[in-house]
């Protein structure tokens, strides 16, 4: 069964747009981490959030966190063509488990 | 530093034959490990983790089996493989407690059932 769900499924933008992606939840959790995935190529960890935790920063990344409305958003600025990946959240809960992931392309 | 190595990067196999997929992870102990499944531009299913030696939890009744002989060893094996058995299978580790740590992902293995 799946805990995090992203939307939008695909999303294409002009580079130096900034991409939202969100991820939404069902039950409480410990932290929410979101991953990149290049296309035939195993996922690579991004950021962790907290569920203590309203937003963090890591570089050209911003991820907030609502728990009230158990949802997650990952937004990327000034997006570039090596930005193009798949995303995908993912929520702890006993085990790992992962949303159906948002389809990035950034045209250059 | 943790390594994690995952083989063969691709395998085309006919119905019937068996499987045998390895992950070795390097550079931790007592390491949380994952098999993962992925149809094409999809998300990731999670068919087998496990927290330790000979502790294997399944996900998905289906047509695959995994083990763990050692510490850092985890094996998806099938007997008889199946069309619907075709995917991107990732293997992954995560250290620490349930979901405090991020996890680490292999390259996959491109399975092709033919």
């Known amino acids: 069964s799946q805990q995090g769900e992203e939307d939008p499924q695909a999303l294409s933008i002009q580079e130096g747009e900034n991409a939202t992606m969100n991820c939404s939840y069902k039950?409480?959790?410990?932290?929410l981490q979101w991953y990149r995935q290049n296309s035939g190529r195993g996922l690579v960890h991004l950021i962790l959030i907290r569920s203590n935790e309203r937003e963090k920063h890591s570089g050209r990344l911003r991820v907030t966190l609502d728990t009230s409305k158990k949802s997650s958003s990952l937004l990327i600025t000034a997006s570039r063509a090596a930005d193009t990946a798949s995303y995908f959240c993912a929520t702890p809960t006993g085990k790992l488990i992962f949303g159906q992931g948002t389809t990035l392309q950034v045209k250059p | 530093s943790q390594t994690i190595h995952q083989w063969p990067a691709t395998l085309v196999q006919p119905v019937g034959s068996p499987l045998s997929l390895e992950c070795t992870v390097e550079?931790?102990?007592?390491?949380?490990l994952y098999w993962y499944r992925q149809a094409a531009g999809r998300g990731l299913q999670l068919l087998f983790y496990s927290v330790g030696i000979g502790q294997i939890s399944s996900e998905v009744p289906q047509n695959l089996s995994a083990s763990r002989p050692q510490d850092r060893q985890f094996i998806l094996s099938s007997k008889k493989l199946l069309l619907s058995d075709s995917g991107f299978y990732l293997c992954?580790?995560?250290?620490?407690?349930?979901?405090?740590?991020?996890?680490?992902f292999g390259q996959g293995t491109r399975l092709t059932v033919v």
């Open positions: 039950t409480s959790i410990n932290n």
């Open positions: 992954a580790w995560s250290g620490g407690l349930w979901g405090i740590t991020e996890a680490f």
């Open positions: 550079g931790t102990s007592n390491p949380n």
